[in-house]
């Protein structure tokens, strides 16, 4: 089993398929890797040489990928949340940040409903 950045790829897929286990790597750019790295993208991952996985991961060596690009990302949040702009102020409320409805939706970023008490109808 090929270990990239301490994630173990999946053996029975595709090399350019496999690639996407790591986190901040997508299709494209699992693609280009193969081509810069020249592995064939429809190779199976325990087919692999150690030459060629030895290739791929000095290709991803230079993209920002896993622990790099989880700092990044918490870390624009985390700007976002003291200098106090919108998108911070929702992070910090708990609430859709990307302009979704809340009236109806939202259960992801606002958890479970919550039950409101005496909220009965009254019938005439």
């Known amino acids: 089993m090929a270990r990239i950045k301490n994630i173990e790829l999946p053996n029975e897929k595709h090399v350019c398929i496999g ?3 790591i986190y901040g790597v ?10 810069n790295a020249g592995v064939d993208t429809t190779k199976k991952i325990k087919d692999l040489t150690d030459d060629e996985i030895s290739k791929l991961r000095k290709e ?3 993209y920002d990928v896993e622990g790099e690009l989880r700092r990044d990302v918490q870390m624009s949040i985390k700007n976002k949340m003291e200098i106090n702009c919108y998108q911070g102020t929702r992070h910090k409320k708990g609430l859709p940040v990307r302009g979704q409805r809340t009236s109806r939706n939202a259960r ?3 958890g479970k ?12």
């Open 113 to 124: 409903g919550k039950v409101v008490a005496n909220k009965k109808k009254v019938g005439k």
């Open 60 to 62: 991803i060596d230079k």
């Open 19 to 21: 690639l996407t286990a």
């Open 108 to 110: 992801t970023r606002k």
């Open 26 to 35: 997508g299709r494209s750019l699992a693609k280009t890797i193969c081509e």
